[in-house]
């Protein structure tokens, strides 16, 4: 039988080929005007950066190894927690792509990069700035900014040192995204540190290199080692036997924020690091339990209390697996940690719109070889970008349609038996992946039936609209208890309805 419509994705392709440049990324609106940005690991291989089957040190320490895969798909990797997308490569543009847009909906305003620069005695020094490069190289798509958190502890000299900066002020600093604090707007620069040099004098010397006045704020109570070089300080992460982490974080605010020109407030889920597990001893003497996500909310807490003394609030960290810091959804957490971040920020998100950048990873990934599929997912990425929800839902259903179980490119009732053949399977992405585990949470389950459900919904709209409307009003109304998330996707229903009418084969 002839088809009466033209198949979804030669439709998009056609109209998107004709269209316009990709929208440009937009502001997002939030309640809270507190600066937040995000302290991020540059630090990441795979064997598709390094070969053969080297993960690198970050993702094995002394005795893990990623190439030995448990029967639930996951890796063997050097954390308590597993990254929702698995072990990956810090400069996997699909990696990046998926961290900045995932920071975006939570109402981060920039990243700021661990940074260890051009030269020093490290031997991953050249790849770390590769991925570093990497990253800012993309935060104007998301519409982001950042900036550096400079290392110094692995500089052999002052030269080391002093190029690194002569490299921010080449390449950094001249950049329009890079973050600018305080009356002067002057680059923040914040050290982890200072570690190697100490003293005053070396630091007026490094950062003459800069080319302008710099905002250069130390790691807390450190400021001194810099002396009128260092505008301020900011918190990390701390505890010892006299008092709690909250307390040093109470007490920062109290006493040692007040002083300072620039001060940084910290907040953090917790503090479970796996030196011990894996081989490197008994690096840090402490942990912080992250009680379920309340560790998390009482330093939010905290931060809103005190945002009058402090210039912006650094979540630390996205992506420190090993040391159990991490804001990027797990495994084990979910998106539980960035949805407590858009409650402090005030954006107008929620789950739901993380979930689909989720989804968005997960169809880059599978799609990988489709060129044509590709350019629907960079229609949805900069729809995202742009705040377009319901455009960037459009897209990405026509590329991967949700509810696609058995891959013949649309949701019909051959998913529902595979769906239910599936039913109760469990597995993680990539590995062990489940084509109707449609939200990609580990099991195949009801929840995913009602995403069928929706997606279905789509594929209806087709040939039905009308009908298709009411069927999804009914499916929205069970899987997405915002109204807005609802409304969305039905707009994409109809909207895809819409553009199949006008293209009716002849």
């Not at 009356?183 to 950062?207: E, R, S």
């Not at 195949?444 to 409307?469: C, F, G, H, M, R």
Request: charged share 15%.
């Amino acid at each position: 039988m002839t088809r009466a419509f033209l198949p979804l994705i030669t439709v998009l392709s056609g109209v998107l080929a004709t269209s316009p440049a990709l929208a440009q990324a937009a502001a997002v609106v939030k309640t809270n005007p507190l600066p937040v940005y995000m302290h991020y690991m540059p630090w990441f291989e795979s064997p598709a950066t390094l070969g053969g089957n080297d993960w690198g040190f970050h993702w094995e320490f002394n005795n893990r190894n990623p190439n030995i895969v448990d029967a639930q798909g996951k890796r063997q990797i050097a954390s308590h927690y597993y990254p929702k997308i698995g072990p990956y490569a810090s400069r996997d543009p699909h990696v990046i792509e998926y961290h900045l847009l995932l920071m975006k909906y939570a109402g981060v305003d920039g990243v700021m990069i661990n940074w260890y620069g051009q030269q020093g005695t490290n031997g991953d020094i050249g790849n770390l700035l590769t991925s570093s490069n990497a990253i800012v190289d993309r935060v104007d798509d998301a519409g982001l900014e950042f900036g550096v958190v400079f290392e110094d502890r692995f500089a052999g000299n002052i030269e080391h040192a002093k190029t690194n900066v002569r490299y921010l002020r080449d390449n950094y600093f001249n950049r329009p995204a890079y973050i600018r604090q305080g009356a002067a707007q002057d680059p923040l620069m914040a050290i982890f540190g200072p570690i190697t040099f100490q003293q005053p004098t070396q630091w007026t010397q490094i950062l003459a290199e800069a080319g302008e006045d710099v905002n250069f704020a130390t790691l807390w109570y450190e400021k001194n080692e810099a002396g009128a070089n260092a505008d301020g300080e900011y918190a990390w992460i701390y505890q010892d036997a006299a008092r709690t982490h909250y307390q040093h974080q109470s007490d920062f605010y109290a006493h040692r924020a007040p002083t300072l020109g620039t001060a940084g407030g910290s907040a953090y889920p917790g503090f479970n690091d796996y030196y011990q597990e894996g081989g490197l001893g008994n690096v840090v003497p402490f942990e912080i339990p992250h009680l379920n996500g309340d560790t998390l909310a009482s330093l939010l807490s905290l931060a809103n209390t005190n945002k009058g003394v402090i210039d912006f609030l650094q979540l630390n960290t996205w992506n420190d697996f090993s040391e159990g810091t991490m804001f990027e959804p797990t495994v084990e957490t979910g998106f539980a940690y960035l949805e407590q971040v858009q409650d402090f920020t005030g954006v107008p998100y929620s789950k739901a719109e993380l979930e689909l950048i989720y989804r968005l990873y997960r169809a880059r990934k599978n799609l990988a070889s489709d060129p044509a599929k590709q350019a629907l997912l960079d229609h949805a990425a900069a729809s995202l970008a742009a705040l377009d929800v319901p455009a960037a839902q459009l897209a990405l259903e026509a590329a991967a349609p949700a509810g696609d179980f058995d891959g013949d490119g649309d949701t019909d009732g051959a998913d529902l038996l595979t769906w239910q053949r599936q039913l109760g399977a469990t597995g993680l992405f990539p590995l062990n992946d489940h084509s109707a585990d449609a939200n990609g949470d580990g099991i195949v389950d009801a929840a995913d039936l009602e995403i069928w459900k929706i997606s279905s919904a789509a594929s209806a709209a087709q040939t039905n609209p009308a009908a298709a409307a009411i069927q999804l009003a009914t499916a929205a109304s069970h899987l997405v208890p915002e109204p807005a998330a609802a409304s969305q996707a039905a707009f994409a229903c109809l909207s895809m309805a819409l553009m199949l009418r006008t293209v009716r084969l002849r």
